[in-house]
């Protein structure tokens, strides 16, 4: 059976790195923090001391990581994977960074034998317990056929986009949406309570209709009980805007509302909202609209 390493256990690499491990895949975990490690260690992991420790025994070495600085140091800095690595290992990077940063890296590290898939996942942290992830991936078909098996054990679907970078395009492509969709969510809201109308049946009422989607389908319910922890941080969610419209610079595209969407989820981080889930986004609408959710007993 493969051997598998997970390098980045925050709130997503965490619980996909346990579904690794439930799947009966031998695996060798590393982080900057230790109690993460500790606890998937006493559920049969083992623990590495580097990325390049991590890199030596494995046959598929997984990132999940902040942000495109972050995955650079972890792949190329001392004690980084390109350290460690070894011909024939497969590197799958979760995390969400800059198309053209994938398709960097993995030039870089083909060079020393390494087949290098970007492969971003959507779905948020029930997704990741669950491992129903949506998986977008960008490189070799064939570094893909081997590193299959870990995937399906991880994600619902896993879909070959393309190329080197291919992967991180369409998890941008998705962030443009969820941010669009987050967005329109919270307006519909507070729109149907100034209206006069219980949001909760407005909700109920649309979602079976032509706006069905996975957010009407899963927030609601979390904001309407006072719940607007993440889930997927509204910091990580600016982050990804922050990375889309920069690559929609590069390739000259126009994104009018993206741009939008973007000022309000760097007003949240503004707002002190930013550990708050990306729903959460609701909250820069209430404060211009001078009113906020009301919860289900108090309406």
Not at 69 to 93: F, R, S
Request: glycine content about 10%.
């Amino acid at each position: 059976m493969l051997k598998i390493g997970y390098i980045g256990l925050g709130l997503m690499g965490k619980s996909i790195a346990r579904n690794i491990l439930k799947a009966g895949f031998p695996l060798v975990v590393h982080n900057r923090s230790r109690p993460a490690v500790d606890e998937l260690v006493a559920e049969g992991a083992r623990p590495a001391t580097s990325p390049a420790e991590t890199a030596a025994q494995v046959d598929v070495i997984f990132t999940n990581l902040p942000d495109s600085p972050d995955v650079e140091q972890v792949a190329l800095g001392a004690d980084g994977i390109l350290a460690g690595a070894h011909k024939g290992l497969v590197w799958v990077d979760n995390s969400t960074i800059k198309p053209a940063t994938a398709r960097t890296l993995s030039l870089r590290l083909s060079e020393k034998g390494v087949s290098c898939l970007d492969a971003p996942v959507s779905g948020g942290d029930i997704g990741a317990r669950n491992a129903t992830l949506a998986i977008m991936v960008g490189g070799p078909a064939e570094a893909l056929e081997t590193a299959l098996p870990v995937l399906q054990a991880i994600g619902k679907t896993v879909t070959h986009v393309g190329e080197a970078g291919a992967g991180q395009v369409a998890k941008a492509a998705n962030q443009i949406m969820v941010a669009a969709q987050m967005a329109a969510m919270g307006e519909l809201l507070l729109f149907s309570q100034k209206a006069g109308v219980d949001p909760v049946k407005v909700v109920e009422a649309i979602k079976g209709g032509a706006a069905q989607c996975w957010t009407l389908d899963v927030k609601p319910p979390r904001l309407f009980a006072g719940n607007r922890q993440p889930g997927f941080k509204a910091s990580m969610q600016a982050k990804d805007l922050d990375i889309v419209m920069e690559s929609a610079r590069e390739y000259g595209v126009p994104l009018p509302s993206a741009a939008v969407h973007a000022q309000l989820f760097n007003a949240m981080l503004q707002m002190g909202m930013g550990d708050l889930d990306n729903s959460a986004v609701i909250g820069v609408i209430e404060q211009m609209a001078g009113s906020a959710l009301k919860l289900p007993d108090t309406l």
